[in-house]
C-alpha cells in the first residue's frame, strides 16, 4: 500500500518561497507518476502540478505556472514542490498523489493520496 506524507508547509510572506516534500513508501517509486493538488477553504481540490513517472514531463495548472516547479528524486522515493513568489491566493492545504497509470499526469485521477500540508501566505 502507497503511503505519502507530505512536509514543508508553513506561513510565509506574499512574495516568499517554500518547497513542499512528499516521502512516499510501500511501492517502487520510479513507476509512479506524481501530483500535488491543492484545497483551500470552501473551495473544491484543484490541481497544481503533476509529473511523469521518469520526471521527464510536467504540467503545470496556468495559475501556478512560472512560479511553482515540480520534481521527483527516484531514488531518494520523494516529490518536491518549489513554490516561488508566492501569494495570498495560494493559501491552501497541498496535498500530494502518486498513480502507477502515467496518464494520471493529465487526467488528475490519482488514486493514493497523502494527508496533506498546510501552506498560509500572509498579505
Known amino acids: 500500500q502507497v503511503q505519502l506524507v507530505e512536509s514543508g508547509g508553513g506561513l510565509v510572506q506574499a512574495g516568499g518561497s517554500l518547497r513542499l516534500s512528499c516521502a512516499a513508501s510501500g511501492c517502487t517509486f520510479g513507476s509512479y507518476a506524481m501530483g500535488w493538488f491543492r484545497q483551500a477553504p470552501g473551495k473544491e481540490r484543484e490541481f497544481v502540478a503533476t509529473?511523469?513517472?521518469?520526471?521527464?514531463?510536467?504540467y503545470y495548472a496556468g495559475s501556478v505556472k512560472g512560479r511553482f516547479t515540480i520534481s521527483k528524486d527516484n531514488a531518494k522515493a520523494a516529490a518536491y514542490l518549489q513554490m516561488n513568489s508566492l501569494q495570498p491566493e495560494d493559501t491552501a492545504v497541498y496535498y500530494c498523489?502518486?498513480?502507477?497509470?502515467?496518464?494520471?499526469?493529465?487526467?488528475?485521477?490519482?488514486?493514493?493520496w497523502g494527508q496533506g500540508t498546510q501552506v498560509t501566505v500572509a498579505s
Open positions: 509529473i511523469s513517472r521518469g520526471g521527464d514531463s510536467a
Open positions: 498523489a502518486a498513480d502507477p497509470d502515467t496518464r494520471a499526469t493529465v487526467t488528475g485521477q490519482f488514486h493514493s
